[in-house]
């Protein structure tokens, strides 16, 4: 019967019938045929769970700490590489706090951006609402990227080339990712 849940007996008769007549009129493996005949076919990927949607506030946090790292990382190393440093140091008058906060300020901007973007997809895809305490945790994504950044800086005053600093954020990438258990 046409009104019979899907599971059902008579819907499994049905189906078994419409199967038999179609494999006798056409050669389809029967697993296609089952699933042409049931109209759905195999979900190529599991359907997302709570689970998976409490991963992605940490996902989150992970890319824009990460973010700010690396480009930290390759800031003084790629000015050192293309000779343009003892300019720089000029220009600032060897004033070396200068240079540093102007080096800080794009890994800082971009882990912010790269936040609120991250927030607005999570919230369009998941549906995530905004909660109360959103202006903390910013606050906190904030300290964590400055924090990330000035380590990336450090480490662009000790690698010699761009190579090192993007392999040292690699390996920077996966401590934190096993740090924090996001496997």
């Known amino acids: ?29 029967t697993p296609l ?6 109209g759905q076919g195999q979900s190529r990927y599991p359907p997302a ?3 998976d949607h409490s991963l992605v506030p940490g ?3 992970l890319i824009t700490v990460f973010l700010a790292f690396l480009f930290g990382a390759t800031a003084l190393v ?5 000779g343009t440093l003892p300019t720089l140091v000029l220009v600032t008058r060897r004033r070396w706090h200068l240079l540093a906060l102007g080096k800080l300020m794009l ?10 973007l991250l927030l607005v997809v999570a919230r369009s895809a998941f549906g995530f609402g905004v ?12 300290a964590a990227a400055t924090i990330s950044a000035l380590l990336g800086l450090t480490l ?9 600093a993007y392999t040292a954020s690699a390996v920077y990438l996966v401590a934190s990712i096993l740090l924090t258990g996001m496997i």
């Open 1 to 29: 019967p046409a009104s019979a849940p899907p599971g059902s007996a008579a819907a499994l008769e049905k189906l078994d019938a419409i199967e038999s007549r179609l494999r006798d009129e056409a050669e389809l493996p």
């Open 33 to 38: 045929l089952r699933a042409y005949v049931a």
């Open 49 to 51: 769970t709570r689970a």
């Open 59 to 61: 996902y989150i946090a």
């Open 78 to 82: 790629r000015e050192r590489e293309a």
């Open 107 to 116: 890994p800082i901007f971009v882990a912010l951006l790269a936040l609120m």
């Open 131 to 142: 909660k109360p305490g959103i202006v903390q945790a910013i606050a906190v994504q904030a």
């Open 156 to 164: 662009s005053t000790l690698v010699v080339s761009a190579q090192d």
